[in-house]
């Protein structure tokens, strides 16, 4: 069966496809894009190919067809580029793997497809449609199509050798389980208990960049839980199973973990906000006391903010994200003492605190609300925006103030000779259209305005 949205995007590869076959290799079309289209799911993004052609081999095919020419991956076999718009990798069939003294993978080359498939993280990407072929089909060696119609995570190969193999798959699952509503198979949460140690050998880099992609797809609740129901959350990010607190006997107060995870996955699917949401709370376990008025954690703000910079420094996060995430943990707590009536001066001070980061602190303050309780929820949310609008309204009233006339109401009425009145007003607002208008910032040129207008006015104002 050949996946209907796959037969456009078969169609524009066609000549490419005449240039493996004079060569007598093959091209497939293999992974996401095949897994997308069974799925209804348009192609986005780049597409991948594998092929029995070897990197040179591939560079020679498609040089004289491609643009936007890459040769960055060639060493691992991928040869990007551009063909008639559509973004293609296309990599030599290939297994890797890491052994247990080094960080970085070592890749070789195969020349069957079923070696290349049975070596891909899960079955549901273990899937290829030949483009070289005169009737394509769809080849699924491993009943990636059955387990996408069951909902079931699994590996081609047995699931302790793939992840031994390529430890950064187990931390790949959590995204799978996520983005596609999957169900993780036994033995494959078994090696994952197991093997989990094995991502020592994994750099932060690739482990920072898995947990990026989990954090952006629309619903990371399951895949989130999947890393902190396995020892792997424990691995690179100890702090969240730590927000699991034992919950107060005579308090009943909510589990951190689990209202960080429904806070992460209420907000919008942006990294930065993500990760302030699943930072905004890791500094409760380092601060929590129980007391006579039940739990509290007193300053996990700013203990947060703190913790947030190291955790994501060392997930070698660029220093920008890492300042603005710790920012957006520090603040998230400010909002909640606006119920006490804030001045304008207070309202002011959160804006400039806040600056660009504003639309994500008031949504991350929002989301944080978790509340069972609808009616306090949409008191909440009311209350945000009546903020908003606050806010709004005194930037709108500060920007008029920043651009006054040049000239002030005493000058207005020495230069006309005019007494306090209507008609100050008037010459006041007619200054201040000019001075929004067009920037008028001269005084002179103000002054000089203004009697031109005066003049052509003075049998109105008599």
Not at 259 to 278: D, E, F, N, Q, Y
Request: net charge negative.
């Amino acid at each position: 069966m050949l996946p209907a949205l796959l037969r456009p995007l078969i169609e524009a590869l066609r000549p490419l496809a005449a240039r493996f076959d004079e060569r007598q290799r093959h091209l497939y079309l293999v992974g996401g894009v095949v897994r997308d289209a069974l799925l209804g799911i348009e192609p986005n993004g780049d597409v991948d190919a594998t092929t029995d052609a070897t990197p040179e081999e591939i560079v020679e095919i498609v040089r004289p067809v491609a643009t936007h020419f890459n040769l960055t991956g060639l060493r691992f076999g991928t040869v990007a580029f551009h063909y008639h718009g559509v973004p293609l990798e296309v990599t030599t069939h290939r297994g890797e793997a890491y052994d247990s003294s080094t960080r970085k993978p070592t890749v070789h080359f195969v020349s069957a497809l079923a070696e290349d498939l049975l070596r891909r993280d899960f079955t549901v990407n273990a899937m290829a449609v030949e483009v070289t072929s005169d009737d394509p089909t769809l080849i699924d060696p491993f009943g990636g199509m059955e387990d996408l119609l069951a909902r079931r995570l699994r590996t081609p190969m047995d699931p302790r050798r793939s992840f031994s193999d390529d430890p950064l798959r187990m931390l790949r699952c959590a995204r799978f389980i996520a983005r596609l509503d999957l169900e993780p198979q036994r033995a494959l949460v078994d090696a994952v208990h197991e093997l989990a140690p094995r991502l020592e050998v994994v750099s932060r880099e690739r482990i920072r960049d898995e947990l990026s992609r989990l954090l952006v797809v629309p619903d990371p609740s399951k895949g989130l839980w999947f890393l902190v129901d396995t020892p792997l959350a424990a691995e690179f990010l100890p702090e969240l199973p730590a927000l699991r607190l034992e919950q107060d006997p005579i308090h009943h107060h909510k589990d951190v973990l689990a209202h960080t995870i429904a806070v992460t996955a209420s907000c919008s699917p942006r990294l930065r906000l993500r990760l302030a949401a699943l930072l905004h709370d890791i500094g409760k376990p380092a601060t929590r006391e129980i007391g006579p008025n039940g739990v509290s954690f007193h300053f996990h703000d700013v203990v947060g903010a703190r913790m947030a910079r190291r955790i994501l420094r060392e997930l070698r996060y660029p220093n920008d994200l890492v300042d603005d995430v710790a920012r957006l943990v520090e603040l998230h707590l400010r909002f909640h003492t606006y119920a006490q009536g804030w001045s304008d001066a207070a309202v002011r001070r959160y804006v400039r605190d806040a600056g660009e980061l504003l639309e994500d602190l008031n949504e991350l303050t929002t989301c944080d609300a978790t509340t069972r309780n609808e009616r306090r929820r949409r008191m909440f949310a009311e209350r945000m925006a009546t903020f908003e609008e606050r806010a709004r309204e005194l930037a709108e009233r500060d920007a008029l103030r920043a651009r006054r006339p040049p000239i002030d109401g005493l000058e207005v009425m020495r230069i006309l000779e005019i007494p306090p009145g209507p008609a100050v007003g008037r010459a006041m607002r007619f200054l201040t259209d000019l001075t929004i208008d067009e920037g008028l910032n001269d005084p002179d040129e103000a002054r000089r305005r203004l009697l031109e207008w005066w003049r052509s006015h003075s049998g109105e104002e008599a």
